[in-house]
Nanobody
């Protein structure tokens, strides 16, 4: 069982910032695409951002220009820097590591709440 350990969620006012972290085992981190997804109450889980093993990134349109995903290969950790947060960013954020459909792992989730 692959364990992804997330941290960094919390409560912040609109316009504020948070940074999420997700640590993965080294053998996973080096070759997997790492991503962040979120799920708000009553909504489907959606991609926020992801970064490949070689550093290519893509973002949901709703977070472009506000969120930045990055990876520290020395620490086997992926980060999501979230700036200019909005109430609609409120959700549980999940870390994901994927290589194939059979090699797809999730973290336990961390709550992000943005107050207006």
């Amino acid at each position: 069982q692959v364990q992804l350990v997330e941290s960094g969620g919390g409560l912040v006012q609109a316009g504020g910032s948070l940074r999420l972290s997700c640590a993965a085992p080294g053998n996973i981190f080096r070759i997997y695409t790492m991503g962040w997804y979120r799920q708000a109450p009553g909504k489907q889980r959606e991609l926020v951002a992801r970064i490949t093993s070689v550093g290519s990134t893509n973002y949901a349109d709703s977070v472009k220009g506000r969120f930045t995903i990055s990876r520290d290969n020395a620490k086997n950790t992926v980060y999501l820097q979230m700036n200019s947060l909005k109430p609609e960013d409120t959700a549980i954020y999940y870390c994901n590591a994927i290589r194939t459909s059979d090699s797809n792992y999730w973290g336990q989730g961390t709550q992000v709440t943005v107050s207006s």
